[in-house]
Every structure is written in structure tokens, then in C-alpha cells.
């Protein structure tokens, strides 16, 4: 095992010594991502002294069981020593899967209302409160970036962006179809619907990740839509955004200046090429995708919410509780997302041969 953690230690070591060469500091980029480089090993580093430490102790004491005078208190510690090592071993071999370079960004987090129309935009509001309580719970900061809400409350379609510690990490598992089972407050025969809402989760980037070349992107702008009063009629302040090599669109204009809202699309942008160009690189990977959280797609459904049955079902794993009702009004998301990292732990560990 300290064969196996070595290179890590060795690697962080090498980065600081970088960090802090009078080249490497009139370099922003390079500097920040050697910084965040820096920052993802510092776990691994702490944990292998650890494991170092611990063995230490483990030879230290099995000398000292020949000692009459030691022999007593070097059994105690020799017994809380190897209790400790299985476990420690368990939460290396998980700290040296391949680290998924996303999993320390914030997000942005896309619903969109699909089949079920109004019924569907109501349950995205609903989904909404149950995110916006779980970040909450996580401490975490949520800003809407831009929302379409629809007739009867509720959202055809909002962006929020997610920031704190490790949002990705966690948020990553909600991207796909989510479907809900309930009876509408409109009808009256107490037939329940089935409708479904689709979500993206898209980790926020920067230059240092992709890097959007201004000939390549196209810049719309027209007069903002919907109530806003005179300032809608004169002012062209929304702004529509192309990207022309892979034809990805972003439209924004929930902001009174225009300057804002190109601010606020190149964002979406940069974090939707990203997506894209992340997701054919995984699939050129191919095998090791299934290892990976889902597909990815959000034509794949991940989850159904159940409310007649108080019952909630994630179908990656086959996980059902029947708590629904307090899972989304209290935002208690870690009780499905915390068994998917577990599950796709162990098999990406089956997967590793550790």
C-alpha cells in the first residue's frame, strides 16, 4: 500500500515546490492549476502519513511484546493499531480510484418542465425547494442565473448556479429524467398523472478549463419578452449566444443590462461546450463509462416520485424509500445520493482490482 501511495506523495511535493518558483507566479493560470491540483491530492497525502504513521506504531509495538515491562501496554496499542488499519485501508483504496477532475466545482443546475405540461412546470418548482433546501443544509450559496416560469406557477425551465464545497461531487448523480406520479391540484376525478422533468448538472468552468474562442461564437441581440414595461420595449438587452462549432445556443435576458446578460450567457455557454466535449471524450472511453454515473443523457429517467405511496425510487440501483414526502420538504437528498456513491464506489473498486 505505501508503494501505492508514494507517487501521490511525491507529485504533491513536486507541485509545491513549483508553486513557489518566481516563474510559476507571474503565470495565473498555470499557478491556479497547479494550485487546484495541489488542493485534490492534499486528502491522499494526509491519509498515506497516516497509514505510514500507523504502521510505524504497528512494528513499534510487536518489538516491544518481548519487553516484560512494555509487553501490557504495547498489546493495547498494538489492538487499537489494527483495528484502525483495515479501515484506513478501505478509505485509501477509495481515495486512489481515478478522481472524477470535476467533483470540487460548483455547478449550474438545469430543470426543464417535459411531458406533462403544467403539471410537469409544477413539479420543477417543487424540485427546486427540495434543492434549494438541501443546499441549504450543505451550506452551500444558490444563485438563479435565469428562469421561465409558467402560467400556473411553477418553472418551464430555470438555471441555478450552485457554489460550495464539493457541489459537483454530489449534485452529479440528479442529471437525467426525473418522473413524478401524483394527482393534479386540477383534477377533479383523482386521477393520478404521470409527468417528468429533465435535469443537467453542469460543473461551472473557467479559462484554465476551456477556453471559447471569440471567432467562433456568434452574438445576437434583440428587445427582452414578457412584463417588464417600457424598458421591454425599448431596450435591447437580451442576448442570444451560438456557438458555432458545436451549434449550442444560450438566450438570457433576465437581466435589465445588456452587458449582464452576455455575462451570464458566455457562463452557460463555456459550461454547456464543456459538457459536450466531456461526455464524447467519456464516450470514447467506452467500458470504463459504465463506471460513470449513468449515461449522463437526460432522455435517461433516474427517478420516480411516487406521492400516493409516499414512495421515492432511484432505478440505477434499485433504491425505494418511503419517505417522500419528508425527503422533499426537508431536502434530505443524501439519503439516495450518499448509497449511489457507494454503489458506484464498489464497482469502480470491483473495476480497479483493489
Known sequence: MLDKLQPFVDKYNEINTALSSPEITKDIKKMTKLSREARS????VNKAKEYKSLIETIEEAKMMLDDPEMAELAKEELKIAEEKLPILEEEIKILLLPKDPNDEKNIFLEIRAGTGGDEAALFVGDLVKSYLRYADNKNWKVEIVSESKSDMGGYKEII?????ESVYSRLKYEGGTHRVQRIPATESQGRIHT???TVAVMPEVDDVDIELDAKDIKIDVMRAGGAGGQHVNKTESAVRMTHIPTGITVSMQDERSQQRNKEKAMQILKARVFEKLESERLAEIGEARKTQVGSGDRSERIRT??????????????????????IMNEGLFDEIIDPLIAHYQAEALKEAGL
Open 305 to 326: 416520485y411516487n406521492y400516493p405511496q409516499n414512495r421515492i425510487t432511484d432505478h440505477r440501483i434499485g433504491l425505494t424509500l418511503y419517505r417522500l414526502e419528508q
Open 41 to 44: 491530492l492534499e486528502t491522499i
Open 195 to 197: 409527468s417528468a422533468v
Open 160 to 164: 441555478l448556479l450552485i457554489k460550495g
